[in-house]
């Protein structure tokens, strides 16, 4: 089975900074795309951020300039570096993963539990 695990969320003030780690394991022949979403109370799920096996990147307008989306191959994990943090910022953040466990199936979507994230003005 593949698993998900975020780690780095937590509690901070307005313009201060946090980093998310989501590390993939279990059963994995390659990973494709790996991303950020965010889900705020009583609002939609929406893409944070992307970024392609090869560091292809696309960032949110909502965050671009704040945020950063990095990966590392080796380790199967993507990372997300956000300074300048907003209270509306807060959200649990979701790691999505696009994942082959062998070479003869196509790949699929994987979710992490979600990690909370909190900014106080």
């Known amino acids: 089975q593949v698993q998900l695990v975020e780690s780095g969320g937590g509690t901070v003030q307005a313009g201060e900074s946090l980093t998310l780690s989501c590390e993939a394991s279990?059963?994995?022949?390659?990973?494709?795309?790996m991303g950020w979403y965010r889900q705020a109370p009583e609002k939609q799920r929406e893409l944070v951020a992307v970024?392609?096996?090869?560091?292809?990147?696309n960032v949110a307008d909502s965050v671009k300039g704040r945020f950063t989306i990095s990966r590392d191959n080796a380790k199967n994990t993507v990372y997300l570096q956000m300074n300048s943090l907003k209270p509306e910022d807060t959200a649990v953040y979701y790691c999505?993963?696009?994942?082959?466990?062998?070479?003869?199936?196509?790949?699929?979507?994987?979710w992490g539990q979600g990690t909370q994230v909190t900014v106080s003005s």
């Open positions: 999505n993963a696009d994942i082959k466990i062998s070479t003869w199936l196509r790949s699929r979507g994987y």
């Open positions: 279990g059963i994995i022949f390659s990973i494709d795309a």
């Open positions: 970024i392609t096996r090869d560091g292809a990147t």
